[in-house]
């Protein structure tokens, strides 16, 4: 019997997928503090080497969204297309994302009203900005607020919540793409990998060639500032640049789910890594890397021994359910708090502040997702779902 006609509810839960996910957020949150903490504070610690730690936030980013696809097509393959199944789909998904964002999007605005935030009180008004952000389409086009845009509306913790209505994005997508991707086997598969990816890896590159036409046409369209940074926002806020890592790490589960290609997987994982870091630096875009980021997912899927078998132990699982908390704490602790620590201090100083504030987002992000995440996401599907069984809930993946 294959994994793909097997009952989900029979399947391991694929620990290694933990552990991944606990560095996409560790990727963001390192890179993120080491621009606040030790950049902003010394201009001579701007540098050729602060390029190649920053492109780790971006890394991070990749990390999560191909990460999505192969997570959310495990899951919800078979079971997106059945009575019920969309619902108890859309039902798991808003579980998953709502309460948490909630929280912090609230308390955020509350901080930005009062002057405790860094963010800012957009000159719009909060009302409009605020709407996009709570349906989760702040992210899907440049809309112009005032004198800014949705997604850049308020800043300060706000600022990484483009990633969530890009996830959206992707999830009202999937009922549309399952069908499609549950039908790939054999040559259909990989035809269907071979060219995702070089669409991943090629549209950065022809973004960057046609840029000067890109910023005429969104400088006559939108205006300014917003046409001045639509091109940031097309090829690294926006879905449809970013749906091509969703779509390869779906991909890569329905190859999981063949059984193909098993033998040897963990030293194709060791070689895409390698792979990863060698490219990083230097690169257009992380979306480029999305590729290697995908095989890494299904290798350490296939082949849980070593050397990637420490993706799968109890500390990197822990951190790993907490990483959603840790992605939209960790800008409070580090520069809202760090900042502070940090002005004027010698690098030395600064250093050990950064790697002390990291330790403590970590903490904090453990104790909201057992005191806060967890509890809610779970009333939350109760309430929703009734007496209806819930199908995701005993699924290999914690969603």
Known sequence: ????????????????????????????????????????????????????????????????????????????????????????????????????????????????????????????????PALYFLTFTESWWLFPVGNTNASGAFGGATGVMWSLSTEAFFYVAYPFLAPLLNRLRGVGLGLFLVVVSAIAVALPFIAANCRGAIDGWAVSYFGEPNGGVFYQWLTFNSPWFR??????????????????????????????????????????????????????????????????????????????????????????????WGVNLAAGRSLPYRIVVLFLLMAVSIIIARLTYLCFERPAMRVLRKILQGRREMPAERLPIRT
């Open 243 to 336: 749906i091509f890592e969703f779509l390869l790490g779906a991909g890569a589960a329905q190859l999981y789910c063949s059984e193909k290609m098993r033998r040897g997987a963990r030293f194709y994982g060791v070689a895409a890594v390698i792979g990863v870091l060698w490219f990083l630096n230097g690169l257009r875009s992380t979306i480029s890397l999305a590729p290697l980021v995908a095989a890494v997912l299904y290798c350490a899927a296939v082949s849980p021994r070593w050397p990637l078998s420490w993706l799968s132990s109890r500390l990197m699982v822990a951190a790993g359910e907490a990483s959603y908390s840790l992605y939209l704490l960790h800008f409070i602790v580090l520069h809202d």
């Open 1 to 128: 019997m294959t994994i793909g006609s097997e009952n989900a509810a029979h399947r391991p839960h694929i620990r290694a997928l933990d552990g991944l996910r606990f560095f996409a957020a560790f990727f963001v949150m390192g890179a993120h503090g080491y621009w606040y903490l030790i950049c902003l504070q010394d201009s001579a610690s701007v540098g050729p080497i602060s390029g190649f730690f920053m492109d780790f936030s971006a890394l991070g980013m990749t990390l999560f969204f191909v990460l999505s696809g192969f997570v959310i097509h495990l899951n919800y393959r078979q079971s997106v297309g059945r009575t019920g199944g969309l619902w108890n789909f859309f039902v798991a998904r808003f579980s998953r994302l709502y309460p948490l964002f909630l929280l912090v999007f609230v308390v955020e605005l509350y901080r930005i009203a009062n002057g405790v935030s860094s963010g800012v009180y957009p000159v719009a008004g909060m009302l409009k």
